[in-house]
């Protein structure tokens, strides 16, 4: 139907991108959250040509939900380490070798030769070190028909939910991480020799305030944490053994199913993660970068 000759405007497809006609600008990413206290999903953006614009908006929903994922990224190492490297520098993995040419990407890999797969259990990435990583983004190009998903629990919430007594108590404490024990161990499994070479170790606070969202978290995780500093044994690792339990509450995570190019991209100074193998013999494939973060305070 048209009036005085002027044809009427058609409605926009549902499916039409929404370009703001005035601006021409890109249309804004969704961010649509996973579950009601951690993770969302990021929809509308292109990670192998990311934006000032996409930037701002990746970077705040990450401070708001701790971890996030992008489905359908075909993208190069190169476009990997460039989002990356807008958080901060990359770091090379103290116990892995890195890809040709690129000592900062680690590759992620389980097949059916494997005896282990990497981060079977609740961690936060390299927390031995003196600046524990801020954030790592992980991207599989191959994923098992099913299993292998990837659970993501939020430090806050943990910390948060403690009762006010334990809180106070925590809050003063600091603890030692140590690289050793666990990176030996997987060397031992895979048949590496490490040279007997040394791995870090660091003394972080219990409970550590997040440096942009000023937040308090729980930083004490089953891979890395070996005492909580100024306990005697028995002290230090009953209140562990506990943490290292707490940490694992569902109420508290989100799980990420994986499908081919879906890339995930976490906070480590907020969450930790663990990474399911219920695939054997099936294999599962894909490359991280870590990103340097600050000494815990
Ligand atoms: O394979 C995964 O989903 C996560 C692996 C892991 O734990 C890590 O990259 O730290």
């Not at 190492?77 to 000592?103: M, T, W, Y």
């Not at 403690?162 to 603890?175: I, K, N, V, Y």
């Not at 506990?242 to 991209?265: I, K, T, Y």
């Amino acid at each position: 139907m048209s009036i005085g000759g002027v044809p009427e405007p058609r409605p926009i497809a549902a499916s039409a991108p929404s370009f703001d006609i005035l601006t021409m600008s890109q249309p804004t990413p969704s961010v649509d959250p996973v579950t009601p206290v951690i993770g969302a999903e990021v929809r509308g953006v292109d990670l192998d040509h990311v934006t000032d614009a996409d930037f701002r908006v990746i970077r705040d929903a990450l401070m708001s939900r701790c971890v996030l994922f992008f489905r359908d990224q075909d993208i190069s190492i190169a476009s990997q380490k460039a989002l990356g490297a807008r958080f901060g520098e990359l770091v090379a993995h103290p116990n892995d070798p890195g890809v040709d040419g690129h000592p900062e990407v680690m590759p992620i890999h389980a097949d059916e030769n494997s005896v282990r797969a990497t981060g079977e259990q609740w961690h936060s990435d390299v927390s031995c070190d003196p600046r524990p990583p801020m954030g790592s983004i992980l991207r599989m190009h191959t994923v098992p028909e099913t299993g292998g998903d990837t659970l993501f629990s939020n430090m806050y919430a943990a910390y948060e939910a403690l009762s006010e007594r334990m809180r106070t108590l925590l809050d003063g404490l600091t603890a030692v991480h140590d690289g050793g024990p666990y990176y030996r161990e997987v060397n031992r499994l895979i048949g590496r020799d490490d040279g007997g070479r040394a791995y870090p170790s660091a003394e972080h606070p219990v409970v550590r305030i997040h440096p942009a969202t000023g937040r308090k978290a729980l930083f004490v995780n089953q891979m890395f944490t070996q005492y909580i500093v100024g306990l005697p044994p028995a002290e230090s690792g009953a209140i562990l053994g506990f943490l290292f339990e707490h940490v694992g509450r569902p109420d508290f995570q989100c799980r990420f199913r994986w499908r081919p190019n879906s890339v995930a991209m976490w906070d480590n100074r907020c969450t930790q993660h663990h990474a399911i193998w219920d695939y054997w013999p099936a294999t599962r494939s894909g490359y991280r970068v870590t990103i340097r973060g600050e000494a815990p305070a």
